[in-house]
């Protein structure tokens, strides 16, 4: 049980245009997903708090209009990298928090992005 | 002084042995303790959850929280090379509403034959 998937796993795309990434609760509801960025050697970054049926709170520094979030049911929550820069290449992961659990995270395998 | 310091290693031990991984936290509002793993291009995985201070075994890993030092462990005994990969501590508050964690830098451990 509680396994989360990211879809797609790995995606390279051209600077400017914008990349959706895909995190779902495959076998249970999360109520809160978690959107991180890893770069090479560090640890997760936290980037974002998502919330089912409600905007997404961002981290200190993360640019809302630039990291979409969108959660909109218990099983997926999207994370869209708008105009996309080198700069943006990362290791995308996501992770959910089971409804009624504790402070538990299922994460994700990751999305590696790379912008040319 | 951040809140979660962890030695990033790297640490490279031979088969068999017995490994001890360790963060020490500086916010006492901390409550609840994770150990993931993380292989190489994977999302982290979740190992050992733990909220009592005292010893909480599961197999070959046992993880230790010492909340008057205010310091976690992670011992894994007849280390195989399958443990090789990145062990990360996660710490979060009680109470916070968020379930934010907050996590350490993580350590590299290599398993040799």
């Known amino acids: 049980g509680a396994v989360v998937s990211q879809h797609p796993s790995w995606v390279i795309c051209k600077s400017g245009t914008s990349v959706k990434i895909e995190c779902r609760s495959l076998?249970?509801?999360?109520?809160?997903m978690f959107w991180y960025r890893q770069f090479p050697k560090q640890s997760l970054m936290l980037m974002a708090t998502s919330n089912e049926g409600s905007k997404a709170t961002y981290e200190q520094g993360v640019e809302k209009d630039k990291f979409l979030i969108n959660h909109a049911s218990l099983t997926l929550s999207t994370l869209t990298v708008t105009s996309a820069h080198p700069e943006d290449s990362s290791f995308y992961i996501c992770?959910?928090?089971?409804?009624?659990?504790?402070?538990?995270?299922?994460f994700g395998p990751g999305t590696r992005l790379t912008v040319l | 002084q951040k809140e979660v310091e962890q030695d990033p290693g790297p640490l490279s031990v031979p088969e068999g042995a017995i490994v001890s991984l360790n963060c020490t936290y500086s916010n006492s509002a901390f409550q609840y303790f994770m150990w993931y793993r993380q292989y190489s291009r994977k999302g982290p995985e979740l190992l050992m959850y733990?909220?009592?201070?005292g010893n909480k075994e599961d197999g070959r890993f046992t993880a230790q929280l010492n909340r008057a030092s205010q310091y976690i462990s992670l011992l894994i005994r007849d280390s195989k090379l399958s443990d090789s990969a990145t062990y990360l501590c996660?710490?979060?508050?009680?109470?916070?509403?968020?379930?934010?964690?907050?996590f350490g830098k993580g350590t590299k451990l290599s398993v040799i034959p």
């Open positions: 992770s959910a928090r089971a409804t009624g659990s504790t402070d538990t995270q299922y």
């Open positions: 076998d249970f509801q999360a109520t809160t």
């Open positions: 733990t909220y009592s201070s």
């Open positions: 996660a710490m979060s508050a009680d109470g916070a509403g968020s379930y934010q964690l907050t």
